[in-house]
């Protein structure tokens, strides 16, 4: 439905309110920066709306910068391959399907910031994936007696002749936008952006699913199949419709990774409840992690039970302390901080050694270079890397290191404060247990309106739209909220809707917990016998990375209406895209000094 609506609409930029969607066309900017050191344009805080042109605002180099631009491009390369292979009949390659989600992962924003890690380990790989899938291929054809496709180009046939980084650099330099834009031409480039980054977003969810066991043949094969549209360089990764035909597929396939995510959770935590979580720290020693991987929590927690350290959330870990399997850990005490923009200032800090298990990591403060490890894809020069083997993680060296740091000590480090709590856990199922009395209370008007407030967080002072937008809906209200987006207003007290019982603000976890939301709005639909857009429900996305292109995705792909969008609309996205998205589904941005501007469109129905 949506997708086709999308597929044939050719309409003027415009927007029913009036206001004109801000497109930030990047290609007239690139021409601008002719000799610029990099061009990233990825994540929603890139230099002046436009792209990043000397170093990342994340603080990416241009060597990082062109190192990830040369290992999506052999990605591409790679799953030229692995397309090709699967037709031929080749057996699945489990090795190079988890590699392909891992390695795109490193590239998303805030990730990996280590060049070595780039030159020596993912480009590499990428290369000898690739070559392997490739002779797999051809002999399977040669098997079958038939002659094996041959495409040759610098993508499909990148040939690795050094693994000298400036050679490398200068290799990833020649295959970044900067290279293609001129090309392609704005439109078409940005399209072939929107697709590049959702699937960065869709490898991270991937990538946390696998890690708990859930994997899925069809996802890798949507994944490899449109890296390889883009890879091939043909008539097809040209053309505006079929781009914008496999960016709704991207989304579609998001939408099956968030349900194997969540459904990999659930099986080995248990479903999330409401649950206090106490954010004043306790006396005693302790470590800090931070990500989003509930599988490396879980190893941690049992590797610290007994040890007489407390383990403390951070950010988008906030949500284990709902899953039954986890909170029954009782060292693991309460959350710590805020949003992943506040690190620099809240890690150095935490008296206990930081545990980064997934983005979002910035440049660490000498203060604490040395108490801060990575693990997974995310990686820092000079920072210590705990990697994985067999499924297994040892946590010793930071358990060590915490026994010898101070802890929080009463009087020294620790406010004499009252303690403070938020509640988290409702996930889908605690939501729809008390589904019955949701819809009576819509029934009745005690409930006239769901607003879904939730997201990335991010620097910029035009983010206190959420929290403006949050604190100004009516108390007759529900919102629902997720990512680190909510840490704007999630340690506000907003009671309960009157006559009802029901809390106003539902934590329903991190930012891949949107299909949570997806399924509490399907499932309302359906008990009024009607569709997500007829529902008296609204939603203001706040986005920053690439796991939030792959959501919003998602949400384009089931045809939902009407989503604001912001602080700030995506580089990557031309006119004619923005044309579409805002005539025949709405997305508008954000109209971040005007609140009270999209409250009345969102309570008028609009």
């Known amino acids: 439905m949506a997708f086709r609506s999308l597929m044939l609409a050719r309409q003027p930029l415009a927007l029913a309110a009036g206001r004109t969607l801000a497109v930030r066309p990047f290609a007239a900017a690139a021409r601008a920066q002719a000799t610029a050191d990099m061009f990233c344009m990825q994540c929603e805080q890139t230099d002046k709306g436009k792209g990043c042109t000397v170093v990342g605002v994340c603080g990416k180099t241009p060597e990082v910068a062109a190192l990830q631009d040369l290992l999506v491009d052999n990605l591409k390369g790679l799953s030229f391959w692995a397309t090709k292979a699967r037709q031929a009949g080749v057996p699945e390659n489990a090795e190079a399907n988890k590699f392909t989600i891992d390695a795109l992962f490193s590239t998303l924003t805030n990730v990996n910031f280590d060049a070595d890690r780039f030159s020596n380990e993912f480009i590499p ?3 000898k994936h690739r070559d392997n899938l490739r002779e797999k291929y051809v002999a399977a054809c040669k098997a079958a007696g038939k002659k094996p496709e041959e495409l040759v180009n610098e993508t499909t046939q990148f040939k690795l002749d050094s693994n000298d980084k400036n050679w490398l650099v200068e290799q990833g330099q020649a295959r970044g936008v900067l290279a293609r834009r001129d090309v392609e031409g704005e439109e078409i480039a940005g399209l072939q952006e929107l697709i590049t980054y959702g699937l960065k977003g869709v490898a991270a969810y991937a990538s946390h699913a ?10 890798y094969s949507n994944v490899h199949a449109a890296l390889a549209l883009l890879g091939e360089h043909g008539k097809d990764s040209k053309n505006f419709d079929t781009l914008l035909g496999t960016a709704l597929k991207v989304g579609a396939t998001n939408l099956e990774v968030l349900a194997m995510l969540d459904a990999g959770h659930g099986a080995k935590f248990g479903d999330p409840t409401p649950t206090k979580v106490l954010t004043t720290p306790v006396p005693g020693k302790c470590i800090l ?3 989003h991987d509930m599988h490396d929590l879980h190893q941690l927690l049992q590797q610290t039970e007994g040890t007489g350290i407390n383990v403390y959330t951070h950010g988008e870990m906030l949500p284990a302390h709902g899953y039954p399997t986890l909170k029954k850990f009782k060292h693991l005490v309460g959350n710590y901080g805020g949003a992943w923009q506040l690190q620099k200032f ?8 930081i545990v980064m298990t997934t983005n979002c990591i910035v440049e660490p403060r000498k203060s604490y270079k040395d108490n801060i490890y990575t693990l997974n894809a995310v990686g820092w020069p000079g920072v210590a890397h705990i990697p994985e083997t067999a499924g297994k993680r040892d946590f010793s060296k930071v358990i060590a290191q915490a026994k010898t740091m101070e802890g929080f000590v009463p009087g020294k480090n620790m406010k004499e404060t009252e303690p403070h709590t938020v509640t988290v856990g409702f996930g889908h199922k605690a939501v729809l247990g008390v589904a019955d009395k949701v819809i009576e209370a819509v029934k009745k008007g005690d409930i006239t309106r769901f607003f879904v407030i939730g997201g990335c967080d991010g620097s910029e002072g035009e983010r206190n739209y959420y929290k403006e937008l949050a604190t100004s809906t009516p108390d007759s209200s529900v919102i629902l909220t ?7 207003f999630n340690k506000l007290d907003f009671g309960t809707v009157p006559n009802t019982g029901l809390p106003r603000v539902l934590d329903m976890g991190q930012c891949n917990d949107a299909y949570g939301a997806v399924v509490v709005a399907s499932e309302l639909a359906k008990a009024f016998n009607t569709d997500i857009n007829s529902l008296p429900l609204s939603f203001a996305i706040s986005w920053f990375e690439q796991k939030a292109v792959a959501v919003l995705l998602t949400l384009l792909h089931l045809g939902v209406k009407d989503i604001v969008l912001g602080p700030n609309m995506p580089a990557f996205v031309g006119p004619k895209l923005g044309g579409i998205l805002s005539t ?16 009345k469109r969102f309570v008028g129905g609009k």
């Open 584 to 599: 025949q589904l709405g997305l508008r941005p954000a109209d971040v000094y005007g609140v009270q501007n999209d409250l």
């Open 125 to 127: 790989q990428a290369v």
């Open 210 to 219: 696998a890690a708990l066991g859930k994997e899925s043949t069809n996802v």
């Open 482 to 488: 997720l990512g680190c987006g909510k840490y704007r």
């Open 346 to 353: 809240e890690f150095a800090k935490f008296p206990g050694p």
């Open 289 to 291: 992690i931070s990500g």
